[in-house]
């Protein structure tokens, strides 16, 4: 047989007080052993340490901070993909359509005919 482990009794968040219990509940679910959830919610779980000593409302304002903060990183990113995008269109549409030969020099001779014309 399982361990059993004890819940210990609390006060739902509706301030109703819910007595102590054992894991597992249920004879048919012996793997639900351990005592989770949090002060105002427990309930049997199958995994140890799932236990956290803070209100269930309190998870609830983390996920909400963590749901504003990727938002806000998606954000950036798709800010910074867009920024990309662009740069790379216009360096595309920007691009010379002949290849540069560089500077129009003159032949050597040239230069000197030209100056003996004084």
Partial sequence: MADVHICEGYFTEGASFVER???PQDPKSPELEY?????DMKYCCSEPGNY???KHAYMWSLSAGLLVGLSIAALVLLA????????CILFIRTKPQQADTGLKLRSHTSSH???NDI
């Fill in 80 to 87: 910074f993909l867009t920024s990309v995008l662009v740069l």
């Fill in 21 to 23: 219990f054992t894991c």
């Fill in 113 to 115: 005919e030209a100056g």
């Fill in 52 to 54: 956290y000593p803070y």
């Fill in 35 to 39: 005592c989770c959830g949090f002060e």
